[in-house]
Structures are given as structure tokens and as C-alpha cells.
């Protein structure tokens, strides 16, 4: 075993809490510099061991405890952690703690937590090997110095301490002093026997004149004898008719108190009927109101759902009568449009006809009119030479190719001007197609969107519907728990009055700090951890009485806690039943049958508070009648109880009367559960309804917001379909203006693709020319050709007037008529088509269920809550009229209830004038029982010498009696028993004084036995100190050498001889300290030199070695687990403190018996065979230690060296 660790707070200079790290099993140190804490160090150790701080008055903890800056330090500890491994503890634990605290009023002693007594650590630390005989496991400088000073019969003194002579000299005092006392009581005992025979002779005269006064004593007592039996028998007669007649009275109390109680009962019943009732009444009041507020509610929403429905029926058959007109007109619209369409594409074929024919006829006068010209030029032209000709028909030639180039420019222009037209017309042919499908889905949509808000009206209006029942159902249960609520608080309140306030204001405070300081482990008062049957409820009570209200608690600790802070606060008193200190007896209960049963038995409570109702119940017995209890207390030793309440104690007494069960604290507390209980489930039930009130909520207002997110949808997607429409008749426009000027183009890339025909068949024809001889007339064949063209050309040019007539008429009517389509039928047709999609009948239908279905349950709303309101109105009525039976009832039931009061306390005072008779009787039959029983022992013919005789006879020979007595007055009545009682007690004290002179001579023998063992102990000690320190100073001193001499008592002084002889004569019993063998213990040494020196002789460091080996010496006489050394090596010098050094290292190291140290030092030697050094430091009055290397240890030393030095 050694000190594991050492955790200090609070103490001295140590403020704050200081874990030293853990300590080796060998050797340890401690530096620091001077007042840094290192003897505090020490102290907190000692402390703990209680080896010092003993007995400590308030001042003296004061002193321990840290004083600093800031708030005063009001407790300190320190701890110990042992290790117990080789379990020199008797704990079955490796590592121990002890820990002791101090306070200014407190003084404890922990063990892992535990709290132990001083004695317990005291004994524990014995059987760990700490010796109060043999205290060095602490070594001090003072306790060094006085070493070295201490003379030989101190040592000697010392070596007895040691060796445990001193409970032999404790028990041969303690002989000694028995010895004196009795001879003390010898010689009391010689005197009263004197005494004694002195009185016995007195005594012997007076017998004769004592016999005589006997004879007529004997007379009398037999008269008071018969006097007394017949008063009795009569007092016995009289107590069995008074008790026929107390249990007749209290059978009639019973059944008038169970009438009453029964009449109490139902009342109670009725009471609660009643207000069940009419809160039931006027919850149906309510109801029926709120029906008929909901019902004119129902009605407004009735009158306007069905105005919807008309105005909807209207739209409807708006819708489907535009409908139909729309399809009418669209039907012989489309009819119109496509005989004109047809009229159209016949016009156009005309037309093309006649653009055609007009192309023909135009061409052919073109070619007649360039020859006409040409043979006209031949006729008309005079060149004077072929050249010349040539010059002028090349030069047509060349003016006639310029303008083909720009005629065939032209028309490669316009052909890619028709190709771009046609593309563009085909764009916008499949743009209108797209813009079609976009319309038609969009319609879709909005007929999805129009279904799908009408589904969400519906599910909005269910849902609304079920919101207002929940609400309703809400409502009515939050009433009926706010009613219950208010009758749970006024039966708490009536629990409280019920109460004494000093008690009911403790209670509250509990409760209050219980719940502000979150204490754990607090069950309740008594009372509301039972419950019984309510016929035992007025026995329960009187039994418990004021311990109903005692708080249970799981241990003392919580109590303390309580306690502290009710005390702190001034906050009120309380009392607490803690189940861990609680442990009542087991009962044998008698077997009574059911006449009386325990009543634990009757009770319903946990197993775990059962220790609490074991301590206020478990010596109690229901009891069938005021009989039955008085034979529980007086025969069984038990307390006995009946159903009213009427106690009888085993200690005697007897408690009754009558008890109001109109304020039974038990009825209340029942009522106080029963009303919890429903409170608790009706918030339950409150709590699932506004869960289901909340989900219907948030159902609602996810439709809401659906509904909300329809609408704008609904109103883009209708916009969408006018903007599209309105895009879709641009389309159409745009796509006939590019159809006309398509044709346009083509038209005129015809009449361009001519005019490069006649170009070029003009250009050929020159060329033909130039390639024939010149010629100055015309030919045969070319006049007539001449002849012929002039009235042909005519004939042409009248036939082109009269085609391109006809061409302008079919134009005019292909315009016509187009403009008749374009203007007029299809911008109808597009607008009939646009009402008629507008006109959504099935749209129109669907909203028109939908509000149908809304009339439909408005109407069956107002239906089923007119049939609630006449329900709930017939309910109103019929609890109306129970309201009024019950009342009447109730009255009934109190004027019942109050005769039955008045009987039961006029059958109570019966029966308390007649306990007081029975009392009365009772105590005059103990009278005469004890007059009785003090006229002693008769003989068997005085119970039967006066039986015959009467009172008045009786009497007067008593009177005669007494009469002859008086005679007698001198007599010495108590002679003979005072004869034989002293002749007892001289033999008693003769018995006693032999006794004595046995005892004396054992005393004298345990002495002797005393005094031998007492210098064996001494002896054997002796040797074993001197063998230790001879082998201790070898190693300190190497060459040296050192003896412990025993001084014997030496007779040596003449006039000392004659009183010691007196003394031996006086015998071993007598032999006083003076007396004893030995005188003391010299020490002997020599230090190399070969003289040996007296401790006189040696300086300051020798000496100091010399007490250094006789502590050693001493402590291998004990060993100690481990030692405490301050400062030990102070006075040594150095060549010596290298020794004890080496020899501390090789205890430490033994392999038998190895021990730890735990030294403080300010030299290096022992800093060298440490195995771990510790620091102690000290800045602003706070302490404070460390592990520190050997390194930095040395280097502090050597420092403290050089300031000392420097000092000096």
C-alpha cells in the first residue's frame, strides 16, 4: 500500500483545487522555496491521518481554511487516494479514498464517498499498519531535535511507548483502584452487620406482642374481604348490564350513523348527478343556441348557394342558346363560304384562261407587229451598201441584246422574289397550323384547370364543413375541461382547508422548491400515495392524522436538501419520510378473523413506499367494534380502530367521537385523482382534435392555395386563347397579302419571260437579215406578206381589247369575290367559331353540378341541424325537468341527512354518558380489585366465614374490629417481616465479603502477571531498538559503531533501602513506579575514531544522525507502509546525508518490505536517489505543486544556496 495521489482545496495556501500527479511507491520529494507551502503540504497529509488537528475548536478550523482575496472560504477538504492492492485495507477495492472536510461548524470523514465516523478511521488506519503506539511514520525537525536532546529515562519512556507497556500499566492501575474499592466495601459491609445484629434483637421482643395484632388484623381483613367481594360481584353486575345496554346504544348509533352515511352518499351522488346535470343542462343550452345560430347561418348560405344555382341555370341556358345559334349560323356560314370559295376557284380558273388567251393574242401581234415593221424597214430603208445595212441592223442587234440582259436580270429578280413569297407563304401556312394546336391545347388546359377547380370547390366546402365540427366539438370539450378544471381546483382548495396551515405552507414550499431546484427523488405526501376503500376512509385518517402529510423521499439527501433551502428562505416547516432510513419492524398480527384486520391489508400503495405505510399503519388493526380494538390493545399490543374512527391505543387510551364525512380529506384526495384523471384525458383528447384540427387546416389551406394558384392560371390560359385567336386572324392576313403579291410576281414573270421571247426572236431575225444579200425593194412574197399582216395585225388588236375586257371582268370578280370571303364569310365564321368556343357548355354544366351540390348540402345542413336543434331542444327540456327532480330530491335528502346528524350526536352523547358510567364502574371494580388484592394472603374459611352475612352486618363488625386495632397502635406491624429481612441481608453480606476476599486475592495475582509482562515487553523491545540501531548506524556512519545500553535501578542510596524494603514487603500490588527495574536508556557511539562518545559529547550533525537511527531503529521495529520525512537531512552534514540517502533508497527497494517516502529537502543528496521530485510554488498567497525534473529541482537548490550565501 502507498499514497497514490493527494487532492487538496481550500486549505491553508491551497485555494484552488491541487491534484498532485500521482505519486511513485518509492521515493518522493518535495522543493520549494521558504513559505511556499510545502509544510502546508505536509499538514494536508497529517490531516488527514489524523495524526495532527485533532479535536479542533471552531477557531482552529477557522485557521485551516484558506484566507485570500475575494469571498470567504466557508469549508476545505483533502483527499487521499490510496493504493490498496495488496489490501492492507480491509476493503475489497484496489483503490481507496479518504477524504475529510472540514467547515466552521462541521468536522467529516469520507470514504469513497461514504461517511465514516474519527473512530472508524482511526481503527481502519490501525489495521493498515499506522500504530498509535508508535507514531514515526511522520518525521519533523522538531520531532528530530527532540531526539537529540532527550535524556535516558526519556528514552527509556519511549522505548515503552513502543513496546505497549502502557495498557499493562493502565490495566494495573485500574487493578489497583479495584483493589482499593473493595476494601472499602469490606469494611461498609463489617459495619452494617454489626448494625444488623443490633436490630435482629430488638426485633426478637416485639414478635410475641405482633402475634396477637395478627389475630385481629386476620379478623378484619377477612370482614373488608367479604365487604369488598360483594361491592364487587354488584359493580360486575352493574358494568354487564351497562355494557348490554352501551351495545345496544352503539348498534343504534351504527345503523343511525350508516343511515346517515348511506343518506351522506347518495347526497354526494346526487350533488355530483346534480351538477353533472346541470352543466349538461347547460351545455345543451349552449349547444342549442349555437345550433340555432349555425342553423340562420346555414340558411343565409342555403338562400345564397341557390340564387348561384339560378344565376349559373341562367348562364347555362345563355351559353347553350348561343350555342346553338352559333352552330346555326356557323352552319349556313359555312355553306356560303364554300359556294363562294367554289365561285372562287372557278373565277380563278377563267382567269387564268384569259391571262392566258390575252398572253396569246399579245404575243401574236407582238410578232406581227415586229414584222410589219420589219418588211416596212426593208421597203422604206435605203442603203446605199450592204455594209451600211450591216452597221444598222448590228446595231439594233446589239441595243435589242442590252435589253434582254435586263429583261432576263428582271426576271431572275423576280423569280427569287416568287421563290422567297412561296416560302414565306408556306412559313405562315404552318404558323397558322401551330397557332391552331396552341389554341386547342390551351382550351384543353382550361377545361382540365375548370375541372379541376370545380373538384377543389367541392373538397374546400367538405373540408370547411368538417373544420366547423371539430371546432364545435372543440369548443364543447374545452367547456367540460374548464369545468373540470374549476371543481379540481376547488377540491384542492377545500384539501387545503382541510389542513393546518403551518402544515398546507410547508407543503407548498416543498412543491415550490422541488420544482425550482429540479430535485429528483420527491414522491408526495403520504396521502396521495394511498387509497382504501371509502367506509375505511374516517379510519385511515384518524389513524394517520398529520403523518398523511409527511413528504416521502427516496433518501436522507434529498431531505437535507429540502431542508437546507426551506431553513435558507424561511420558507416553512416540513416532515419527510426517507425510505432508505426508514426499516420498521415486521408485525406477527393475531388472527382475529374478520372481526380485526391489519390494517396494511386494506390498503392499496406501491411496493416501494411500503416501508413509509408500514411505519404509520403497520401497528394498527380495523376493528369491528369498540370490543374488538380494546382486546387488540390490550392483548396483542397493537392499536385497534374501528370504521367511525373511535381509536383505542395499546398504551390505554381511548379516542372517539363523532367525525364529519362531509370533509374527509381521503374523499377529497380520491376526487382530486378521479378529477386529475379525467382533466388528463380530456387535454389528451384535446390535444389528438387540434392535431386533427390542424391537419384539416393545413388541408384547407393547401386547396386554398391551390385554388389560389388555379385562378391566375385559369385567367392566363383565357387570355392566351383571345391572344392567340387575335395572332391566329393576323396570321390569316398576313398569309393572303403574301398569296397576292405571290400572284402579282408570277404575273408579271410572265409578261417579263414574253418580252425576252419577242427580244429574242427580234435578235434572230436581224441576224437572219444580216446573213441575206442587200435588197432595195420588197419581194412578190413580201408585199403580199406586207398586204396580208396589216389587216391581220388589226383583226389581233381588236380580239387583245376584247380578251383583256374579259381578263378585267374575271379579275374583278376573283376580287369580289375574295373580298366577300376574306372581308366578310370567313371574319365570321371566325368570330361565330369564337362565341361558340366562348359558349362552354360543358363547362358551364360542370359548374352548375357543382353548385347543385353545393344547394344540396346546404340544404342537408339545414335539415340535420334542424333536427339537432329539436333534438337538442327535447334534451334541454327532459334534463330541465331532472334538474328540478334531482333538487327536490337533494332538499329531501338534507333534511334526511341533518335529523340523522342530530340523532347520531344524540346517540354519541348516549354512549358517552354511558362510557363515562362504564369508566366509572370500571375503575371502582379496579379499586375494590386492588383493595383485594392488598389485604394479602387469607386463609380458605375466611372467603366463606361472613358470606352469609349482610352490608350493615358486616360493617358493624369491621367497625368492632377496627375498634380493638387502635389498641394495637404501637405495635411494630412490620417486626417479623423486618426480623426475617435483616437475618436475609446478614447473610447476604457475609456471602458478599467472602467474595470479595477471592476477588482481592485474584487482583493481587493479575498485578504480578502485569508487572512480569510489562518488563518482557520492555526487554523485547529493548533488543529489538538496539539490533536495529547497531545495523542503522553501521550504514549511516561506515566505520562507526552504536549501542543502546539498558540502565537497571541500582539500591545504591542507604536511606532510599528501608522504604523500598516497606515497598517489597507491601507486596507486588503495592510496587510503585519508583520501584521498577530499569532506570533508562543510554545512547553509545563512536565514529570511526574508536572512542566511544555519550550523545553530550557529539556536535550538532552527529547528534542528528544519532536520532535519524534510532527513529529508523524504531520504525523497523513497526513498519509503516509508507513515511513522511521534513526536512530530516537540515542538520546533517553532507557526507551523512549521502548515507541516509542510499539507505532510504535501499528501503524503498526491499523486496520484503518495501516502503514509500514522501520527503522535503533543500539538499541535493537525496534529490539524486529520488525516483520523482515535485515543486511547490506560491504566487498571491495561493500554493500550488507540480511534477518538476531532477535537473530543475537541482538547479532550485543550488539557486536557494547561492541567495542564502549571499544573505550571509
Known amino acids: ?184 466495601r469490606r469494611l461498609r459491609i463489617q459495619e452494617v452487620v454489626a448494625q444488623l445484629e443490633e436490630r435482629l434483637a430488638e426485633l426478637d421482643e416485639e414478635r410475641e406482642e405482633l402475634a396477637k395484632y395478627r389475630q385481629v388484623d386476620k379478623e378484619r381483613r377477612s370482614l373488608e374481604y367479604t365487604i369488598y367481594d360483594k361491592d364487587l360481584h354488584e359493580t360486575r353486575t352493574n358494568l354487564d348490564k351497562l355494557e348490554s345496554e352501551r351495545q345496544q346504544e352503539a348498534e343504534e348509533a351504527a345503523r343511525v350513523h350508516n343511515e346517515m352515511q348511506e343518506a351522506h352518499t347518495r347526497l354526494k351522488r346526487l350533488d355530483k348527478d346534480l351538477k353533472q346535470l346541470t352543466t349538461h343542462q347547460a351545455s345543451l343550452k349552449r349547444k342549442w343556441e349555437e345550433v ?103 446595231a439594233e442587234v446589239q441595243q435589242l441584246q442590252e435589253t434582254l440582259s435586263k429583261q432576263q436580270d428582271t426576271t431572275q429578280t423576280l423569280q427569287a422574289e416568287v421563290a422567297q413569297l412561296s416560302s414565306a407563304c408556306m412559313d405562315k401556312s404552318q404558323e397558322i397550323g401551330n397557332q391552331q394546336a396552341a389554341i386547342k391545347q390551351r382550351r384543353d388546359t382550361l377545361t382540365r384547370c375548370d375541372r379541376e377547380q370545380n373538384e377543389l370547390h367541392e373538397r374546400r366546402n367538405s373540408l370547411q364543413n368538417e373544420k366547423k365540427e371539430i371546432w364545435s366539438l372543440e369548443d364543447s370539450v374545452r367547456r367540460q375541461t374548464d369545468e373540470l378544471r374549476a371543481e379540481l381546483l376547488q377540491k384542492e382548495r377545500r384539501l387545503e382547508n382541510a389542513i393546518a396551515r403551518d402544515i398546507n405552507r410547508g407543503l407548498q414550499a416543498v412543491k415550490q422548491v422541488t420544482r425550482t431546484h429540479n430535485i429528483q427523488g420527491v414522491h408526495g405526501v403520504l396521502l396521495e400515495l394511498l387509497s382504501c376503500k371509502s367506509n375505511l376512509h374516517t379510519a385511515v385518517e384518524v389513524t394517520g392524522g398529520n403523518q398523511l402529510f409527511h413528504v416521502v423521499v427516496d433518501n436522507d439527501t434529498v431531505a437535507t436538501k429540502i431542508v437546507e433551502v426551506l431553513t435558507r428562505d424561511k420558507m416553512g416547516r416540513a416532515t419527510f419520510l426517507p425510505l432508505n432510513r426508514i426499516n420498521p419492524s415486521d408485525v406477527n398480527y393475531p388472527d382475529h378473523g374478520s372481526d380485526a384486520v391489519p390494517m396494511l391489508k386494506l390498503l392499496k400503495f406501491s411496493s416501494k413506499f411500503a416501508p413509509a405505510m408500514k411505519q404509520v399503519f403497520g401497528r394498527t388493526m380495523v376493528c369491528k367494534d369498540v370490543d374488538v380494538a380494546n382486546k387488540v390493545a390490550h392483548r396483542d399490543n397493537l392499536d385497534g380502530v374501528t370504521m367511525e374512527g373511535t381509536q383505542v391505543s395499546k398504551k390505554g387510551v381511548f379516542k372517539g367521537g363523532f367525525h364529519d364525512v362531509s370533509r374527509s380529506r381521503l374523499d377529497l384526495m380520491k376526487a382530486i385523482k378521479d378529477l386529475q384523471e379525467q382533466v388528463d384525458k380530456a387535454n389528451d383528447g384535446a390535444e389528438k382534435r387540434e392535431a ?228 366509572a364502574l370500571q375503575g371502582k371494580r379496579t379499586e375494590l380489585e386492588r383493595k383485594i388484592k392488598d389485604l394479602g394472603s387469607l386463609p380458605s374459611e375466611a372467603f366463606e366465614k361472613y358470606r352469609d352475612h349482610t352490608l350493615q352486618e358486616l360493617h358493624k363488625l369491621l367497625q368492632k374490629a377496627n375498634s380493638q386495632l387502635k389498641k394495637f397502635s404501637h405495635v411494630n406491624k412490620k417486626a417479623l417481616d423486618q426480623y426475617t429481612n435483616f437475618t436475609e441481608q446478614r447473610e447476604e453480606l457475609a456471602r458478599r465479603q467472602t467474595e470479595n476476599g477471592r476477588g482481592e486475592d485474584k487482583i493481587k495475582q493479575l498485578i504480578q502477571t502485569l508487572d512480569m509482562r510489562k518488563d518482557e515487553a520492555i526487554e523485547r523491545t529493548f533488543k529489538q531498538v538496539a539490533k536495529n540501531f547497531r545495523e542503522i548506524f553501521g550504514e549511516l556512519a561506515p566505520g562507526g559503531r552504536g549501542e543502546l545500553v539498558m540502565q537497571k535501578r541500582l539500591r545504591l542510596d542507604p536511606q532510599d533501602e528501608p522504604e523500598a524494603e516497606e515497598e517489597e514487603e507491601a507486596g507486588p500490588s503495592d510496587r510503585p513506579d519508583a520501584m521498577e527495574r530499569y532506570a533508562g536508556v543510554k545512547v553509545k557511539v563512536s565514529f570511526g575514531s574508536g572512542e566511544t562518545m555519550a550523545m553530550k559529547q557529539l556536535s ?109
Not at 495521489?5 to 483545487?17: A, G, H, L, P, T
Not at 493504493?83 to 475489497?92: L, M
Not at 353540378?849 to 340544404?859: G, T
Open 1 to 184: 500500500m502507498h499514497i497514490k495521489q493527494v487532492i487538496i482545496e481550500r486549505f491553508k495556501s491551497y485555494k484552488d483545487q491541487t491534484i498532485a500527479e500521482p505519486f511513485s511507491n518509492k521515493i518522493n520529494t518535495v522543493v520549494g522555496a521558504n513559505g511556499s507551502g510545502k509544510s502546508n503540504f505536509f499538514h494536508a497529509v497529517r490531516f488527514v491521518l489524523n495524526d495532527i488537528f485533532s479535536g479542533l475548536r471552531a477557531d482552529d478550523r477557522q485557521k485551516l481554511l484558506h484566507e485570500g482575496a475575494g469571498h470567504a472560504v466557508l469549508s476545505a477538504y483533502v483527499e487521499i487516494v490510496f493504493d490498496n492492492s495488496d489490501n492492507r485495507f480491509p476493503v475489497d477495492r484496489e483503490e481507496v479514498r479518504l477524504r475529510r472536510t472540514i467547515g466552521l461548524k462541521k468536522d467529516e470523514y469520507y470514504l469513497d464517498k461514504k461517511h465514516i465516523t474519527k473512530t472508524e478511521v482511526v481503527n481502519l488506519l490501525e489495521t493498515a499498519g499506522f500504530s498509535r503506539a508508535n507514531p514515526y511514520y511522520v518525521v519533523q525537525q522538531g520531532k528530530i531535535m527532540a531526539m537529540t536532546t532527550m535524556k535516558d529515562h526519556e528514552r527509556l519512556d519511549l522505548l515503552k511507548e513502543i513496546g505497549g507497556t502502557k495498557v499493562y500499566e493502565e490495566r494495573r492501575e485500574e487493578s489497583l483502584k479495584v483493589m482499593k474499592e473493595t476494601e472499602g
Open 692 to 919: 386533427q384540427a390542424m391537419q384539416v387546416e393545413n388541408d384547407l389551406n393547401a386547396i386554398l392555395t391551390e385554388m389560389q394558384r388555379l385562378e391566375p392560371k385559369q385567367h392566363y390560359l383565357r387570355e392566351g386563347i383571345a391572344q392567340l385567336e387575335s395572332d391566329l386572324a393576323s396570321l390569316t392576313q398576313q398569309e393572303n397579302s403574301l398569296r397576292k403579291q405571290l400572284e402579282q410576281k408570277e404575273t408579271r414573270l410572265q409578261t417579263v419571260e414574253a418580252n425576252i421571247q419577242e427580244l429574242k426572236q427580234s435578235v434572230q431575225e436581224h441576224q437572219a437579215e444580216l446573213r441575206t444579200e442587200l435588197h432595195n425593194h420588197l419581194s412578190a412574197v413580201e408585199r403580199q406578206e406586207l398586204a396580208d399582216l396589216t389587216p391581220r395585225l388589226k383583226q389581233l388588236q381588236e380580239e387583245v381589247v376584247r380578251v383583256s375586257a374579259q381578263r378585267m371582268e374575271e379579275e374583278a370578280r376573283v376580287s369580289e369575290l375574295e373580298d366577300v370571303l376574306n372581308t366578310n364569310l370567313l371574319k365570321r365564321r371566325q368570330e361565330l367559331t369564337q362565341r361558340l368556343e366562348q359558349a362552354d357548355v360543358e363547362a358551364d354544366r360542370q359548374r352548375l353540378e357543382s353548385r347543385r351540390k353545393e344547394a344540396q348540402a346546404a340544404e342537408a345542413a339545414v335539415k340535420e341541424l334542424t333536427d339537432r336543434e329539436r333534438r337538442l331542444e327535447g334534451e334541454l327540456e327532459e334534463a330541465t325537468k331532472q334538474v328540478r327532480d334531482l333538487k327536490e330530491e337533494a332538499d329531501n335528502l338534507r333534511d334526511t341527512e341533518t335529523s340523522e346528524a342530530q340523532h347520531v350526536q344524540d346517540e354519541q352523547k348516549a354512549l358517552e354518558m354511558l362510557m363515562s358510567k362504564r369508566s
Open 1100 to 1208: 550538532g550533525g552527529q547528534k542528528t544522525l544519532v536520532a535519524l537511527a534510532l527513529i529508523f531503529a524504531i520504525q523497523r521495529c513497526d513498519p509503516a507502509p509508507f513515511y513522511l520525512f521534513d526536512e530530516i537531512d537540515a542538520a546533517l552534514d553532507p557526507q551523512y546525508r549521502t548515507t541516509v540517502a542510499k539507505m532510504l533508497a535501499k528501503q524503498a527497494n526491499d523486496p520484503r518490505n518495501p516502503a514509500q517516502f514522501i520527503i522535503t529537502t533543500f539538499h541535493p543528496q537525496i534529490i539524486h536517489e529520488t525516483d520523482k521530485v515535485y515543486g511547490v510554488s506560491h504566487q498571491n498567497r495561493i500554493s500550488r505543486i507540480d511534477v518538476v525534473t531532477k535537473e530543475d529541482a537541482l538547479d532550485f537548490l543550488q539557486s536557494e544556496e547561492n541567495r542564502q550565501k549571499t544573505n550571509e
Open 292 to 394: 340555432g345560430e349555425e342553423k340562420a347561418e346555414a340558411i343565409k348560405t342555403h338562400v345564397k348557394v341557390d340564387l348561384d344555382v339560378k344565376d349559373q341555370e341562367d348562364i347555362a341556358k345563355t351559353d347553350a342558346k348561343t350555342q346553338a345559334q352559333c352552330q346555326k349560323d356557323l352552319k349556313g356560314l359555312s355553306k356560303q363560304i364554300e359556294s363562294k370559295q367554289a365561285d372562287l376557284e372557278k373565277a380563278q380558273l377563267e382567269l387564268q384562261h384569259q391571262q392566258k388567251t390575252e398572253a396569246a393574242v399579245q404575243k401574236r401581234i407582238g410578232e406581227a407587229e415586229r414584222r410589219l415593221q420589219s418588211l416596212h424597214g426593208k421597203q422604206g430603208k435605203k442603203w446605199s451598201s450592204k455594209k451600211e445595212r450591216d452597221d444598222s441592223l448590228n
